[in-house]
């Protein structure tokens, strides 16, 4: 029999090589920021074994520069040929556990983002290593040839190169000049506020591995090494933490674990801006995305709830395995991800369930001030649907001066203390306090005053059988008095000492 011959086809084949000067310029607009850029060389030297980063900015010279610097396992020549080939690996490949890397593009991307003239260092098995793609030659020659150095000890940031490690350094630095292109001084000034806003970033992505007594890796910027930056405070003891709660899923385990930060007076003020960062914590509540323990999400609630004032102290971090890249939709940068249908549900309900701890959190300290029992300066009226805050009244200071005033003058006082109430700022407190609610505090107390307030209040504590014993703790209980207390404590003795008499 003979053969049936196959469908005919009108199919033809041409080259389509892309021009290299053309794709390599945009491999520079992935939308790298300084900080998602260095973040992306510095996951390469992890995946290197490396426990020592060093970050260096030559800022200050004519032609400046930037080098990261580790101490991992290097690369011979021909690794480092690959390395510096766009594309290097498939992002489907299975990867180890370890791998921090995505589609292979990070090094090339993540560099010329931010420089046109990329160099590489490396060592191996007492070898070195230097190739470089510089763009401007690229474009000259429109072809896709990477430079191999010889005389790579007359390179910046050759003397960065350990035993074995890998030096990047960018060189022709277009995209960090904020302009200033003649002005050494100004360019050079704005080199170093990107680099120090990039400072923070570093410290809360890679916490994870600068934490404990012996970090994963040491990481320092210019010689001064960084500190982490927990923006769960898991160490704080007053953080609320959840247990673990496991997701199983085809393609690895997720898990979840929910906390709680500390009310912002019972931390430092540095420690508490600092977990907030330059948005503040307004901005910084919700998930946090970890892969690998590397984050990748730092916070925002991808569309399972709304930011709110009462659920700034909410943190919920989500380990993900780099299994799971394709279902997450991790991006090049390794800075944005897609919650996957299944998981959004099951976080949808955990954060549903979580959200009113941050509630209660702050709705218990407001309720001090509030309880009738404790005779506070303002009272809370639910009139209808409406929450209004009015002057008590009935407070001792307010009683007290009203009783010693001539009849004809009490009514006047008392229209004072309801124009106070009526005239609440409302719409400016709130204002404030959504956009930074840490910094409104009340005014400072007089002394005459504090002492007319504990005197009047102390009297009628205790004729409404508070004992002399008791009254210390009953009027700590009080936020205003609490925040004056080496003052009012000794008020409070003095008093006691005038009852005796």
Known sequence: MKPVPGPKTNIREVDATPYAASLIEGHRDFGYSLETALADIIDNSITADANVVQLVANTSLDMPWIALADNGIGMFEAELIEAMRLGSKNPTATRASKDLG??????KSASLSQCRKLTVLTRRGGKVACARWDLDRVARRNDWSLELIDDWE???????????????????????????????????????????????HLRLVFHRFLEGPTPRIKLSLNGRTLKPIDPMASNHPATQKDP????????GIIHVRCHTLPHHKR????????????????KSQGLYVYRENRLIIAGGWLGLARQSELTKLCRIAVDIPNTMDAEWKIDVKKASAQLPPV????????VERFAGTSKRTYRSRGRKLVDESRFPLWNRVQRDEQIIFRPNHEHPVFREFAEKLPEHLREGFDRCLRLIGSGLPIETLHAEFVG????????????NDLKELVFSLATTL???????????????SYPMLNSNWSSVSQLIEEYLRTKVQ
């Open 102 to 107: 995505r589609f292979g593009l990070g090094l």
């Open 436 to 447: 930074n609610g840490e910094a409104v505090t009340p005014d400072v107390t007089e002394e």
């Open 462 to 476: 205790m004729e409404n059988g508070v004992d002399a014993d008791a009254l210390p703790e009953t009027m700590q």
């Open 343 to 350: 998981v959004r549900e099951r976080l949808k309900k955990v």
């Open 154 to 200: 007359t390179v910046n940031g050759f003397d960065l190169l350990p035993e074995s490690g890998t030096v990047v350094v960018w060189e022709k630095l277009d995209r960090l000049s904020g302009g200033y292109t003649h002005d050494r001084a100004k360019r050079a000034a704005h080199l170093n506020a990107e680099v120090a806003g990039a400072e923070h």
């Open 244 to 251: 673990d709660d496991p997701l199983r899923l085809k393609n």
């Open 267 to 282: 931390m430092s003020r540095e420690a508490w801006e600092e977990i907030g960062g330059p948005e503040g914590h307004l």
